[in-house]
C-alpha cells in the first residue's frame, strides 16, 4: 500500500521560506514521478514542480527561480524549497506520486499562507 505523507507547511510572512517535504511508503519511489501540485480557494489544482525517476525537473512559470523540488531517494523523500513566498502562493499544496503503470497517488495536503 502506498502512502504519501506531507509535512512543512505553515504560516510565513511575504518573503520567507518554507520547505516542504513528502515521505513516500511503499515501493515505487525510485521509477515515479513526484511532484507537488496546489490549490487555491476557489481555484482548480495546478502543478507546481515535478520530478521525474532520472532527475530532471519542470516548474510553473509563477515559482521558476523561487522553488526548487529535490529527492532524497535513500529517504524515500521529495522536497520543495520555497523561497521569496507571495501571498498568491497561499494554498493547500499536496505532493503526488505517478508510477510506471500511470497510477496516481496523493498525500492529504499541507496548508501554506503568506501573509503580506
Known amino acids: 500500500q502506498v502512502q504519501l505523507v506531507e509535512s512543512g507547511g505553515g504560516l510565513v510572512r511575504t518573503g520567507g521560506s518554507l520547505r516542504l517535504s513528502c515521505a513516500a511508503s511503499?515501493?515505487?519511489?525510485?521509477?515515479?514521478?513526484m511532484g507537488w501540485y496546489r490549490q487555491a480557494p476557489g481555484k482548480q489544482r495546478e502543478l507546481v514542480a515535478r520530478?521525474?525517476?532520472?532527475?530532471?525537473?519542470n516548474y510553473q512559470a509563477q515559482v521558476k527561480g523561487r522553488f526548487t523540488i529535490s529527492k532524497d531517494n535513500a529517504k524515500n523523500t521529495v522536497y520543495l524549497q520555497m523561497n521569496n513566498l507571495k501571498p498568491e502562493d497561499t494554498a493547500v499544496y499536496y505532493c503526488?506520486?505517478?508510477?510506471?503503470?500511470?497510477?496516481?497517488?496523493w498525500g492529504q495536503g499541507t496548508q501554506v499562507t503568506v501573509s503580506s
Open positions: 503526488y506520486a505517478r508510477t510506471l503503470g500511470d497510477l496516481m497517488y
Open positions: 520530478i521525474f525517476s532520472g532527475d530532471t525537473t
Open positions: 511503499g515501493s515505487i519511489f525510485s521509477d515515479s514521478t
